[in-house]
């Protein structure tokens, strides 16, 4: 695969992630939005037989709370006559809360910026993180924004006639920039147009 094919083919992959990253920031700032008038919990809840009789059940969930979202994850030990689904996914909506309200049994400790965490003081296998919304936020807000500014400059050097990677002036130069060696693209034909058969 030549040079010239990669970085087509980069360019590309580049653009998917970016598609990714826009659709991911709009959920999550819409999910920012929404948690102030309700809030969304989802949970995945795995049960598995143990060897003494009783069922191990692991629960991991995400609730969405007055701008703040916590993780929590939960472990315990039931003995029971009912066999439990090995697989169950829950979304519940609730009225507005916070996310220390949906925590007290974790007895969270609150940092600031909106940042905590706990434990359940009934047992030491169950966690809980509050994260403030606006951190996932501005993780995908940064790729999203980089890539953005990156495919604007490319686009605007290409307009212009300069090096993609440098900026150099290439509209004196043929085959590579001088500045950085970069290989120069050929021009992009007309459709229709037959470079064997010029007009």
Not at 8 to 30: D, H, K, N, P, Y
Not at 58 to 80: K, N, P, Y
Not at 149 to 156: E, F
């Amino acid at each position: 695969m030549s040079e010239h094919a990669r970085s087509a083919l980069w360019r590309q992959l580049r653009m998917v992630l970016l598609a990714v990253c826009v659709s991911l920031l709009a959920i999550l700032i819409l999910m920012w939005f929404r948690s102030y008038r309700v809030t969304d919990a989802w949970s995945y809840r795995h049960a598995s037989a143990a060897g003494d009789g009783g069922t191990n059940v692991r629960v991991i969930g995400v609730w969405w709370a007055s701008g703040s979202m916590a993780l929590h994850r939960d472990e315990w030990r039931i003995f029971t006559h009912v066999a439990l689904p090995r697989h169950v996914a829950r979304w519940t909506r609730h009225p507005e809360s916070t996310a220390a309200d949906g925590s007290v049994h974790f007895n969270p400790k609150h940092l600031p910026l909106g940042f905590g965490y706990g434990s359940d003081i009934s047992g030491a296998s169950s966690r809980v993180f509050i994260l403030p919304a606006w951190l996932p936020v501005l993780v995908f807000a940064l790729p999203v924004v980089w890539w953005g500014r990156r495919a604007y400059v490319r686009q605007r050097r290409d307009r212009l006639g300069l090096c993609a990677r440098c900026g150099y002036d290439l509209r004196a130069s043929k085959d590579a920039c001088p500045e950085c060696g970069a290989a120069i693209p050929a021009p992009s034909l007309p459709v229709g147009h037959d470079a064997a058969t010029p007009r």
